[in-house]
């Protein structure tokens, strides 16, 4: 097997790249960035702290109510979408 060149910019980004790794684990391992008030375990996205945000989201959306589809109709067109989009960017490459 021939050995790989390594240049300046292929060495700078593989020490960027596992001092960001690096950096993450730390973070993760020390449980930096998490408030102790509130425990939302690792889902805790941005949003989590702020208080009352259930009251933001209108639930009644995806209901079959006004809009007459249940709710795996939207989960098809979601994955349906991704499929389509995935297909189209397989297709560019």
């Known amino acids: ?3 790989r060149k390594w240049s300046f910019w292929g060495i700078a980004a593989a020490v960027v790249g596992l001092l960001a790794v690096a950096a993450a684990v730390y973070i993760m391992v020390h449980g930096l960035g998490l408030n102790p008030d509130l425990d939302y375990g690792a ?3 941005y949003y989590a702290d702020i208080p009352d945000y ?7 959306t995806y209901s079959a ?3 007459g589809l249940p709710f795996w109709v ?3 067109f979601f994955f349906g979408w991704g499929a389509l989009v ?4 397989k297709r560019l490459g």
């Open 1 to 3: 097997m021939a050995r």
């Open 65 to 67: 109510g006004e809009a």
């Open 74 to 76: 939207y989960l098809l």
């Open 86 to 89: 995935w297909a189209v960017w």
């Open 54 to 60: 259930e009251k933001t989201l209108d639930w009644d």
């Open 43 to 45: 889902g805790a996205y």
